[in-house]
């Protein structure tokens, strides 16, 4: 990666099929996890079996896209090129409201469409609830969280 490229160069493979429902649900605004057919247990991250029977019978669906923090880290330098002028930024872990074993990683943001750098890290705190939001970045539908109202 060179020094010119910038975050939006790095961005997910979206032919892979294992994750691609996962991408297309962000492209119309849904947060989607994985649920076994026959348990219902739901997971994410995404994977062929379900980790509670062994079924290979997998359905992709909408969740309510609330949540709140569990964890978060202020990022700094050293960083991939790309991210170093954004720096530092909050990464939040999201613990998500149906079911707080599955948890995201990513950016909580001022506002939707806001840099990755609009949030101050000694405004957050463990335990704030947070919504989904979507950005377009090239050709993905991000998401990134909110603080929700």
Request: proline residues 12%; charged residues 20%.
């Amino acid at each position: 990666m060179s020094a010119t490229e910038s975050p939006d160069d790095i961005l997910p493979d979206l032919d892979e099929p294992g994750s691609l429902p996962f991408w297309q649900g962000c492209a119309v605004g849904e947060l989607r996890v994985q649920r076994c057919v026959d348990c219902e247990l739901v997971t994410h991250p995404p994977r062929p079996m379900c980790p509670g029977c062994r079924s290979i019978e997998r359905e992709w669906i909408a969740t309510s896209g609330f949540g709140k923090i569990w964890s978060f880290i202020n990022v700094h330098p050293p960083l991939l090129p790309a991210y170093s002028p954004l720096a530092p930024f909050p990464v939040i872990i999201v613990e998500l409201e149906e079911n707080p074993k599955i948890r995201f990683v990513g950016n909580l943001v001022a506002a939707p469409g806001a840099p990755i750098n609009s949030v101050a890290a000694a405004s957050i705190s463990i335990g704030q609830r947070v919504r989904v939001t979507f950005e377009l970045v090239q050709d993905v539908t991000l998401p990134r969280w909110v603080l929700a109202d």
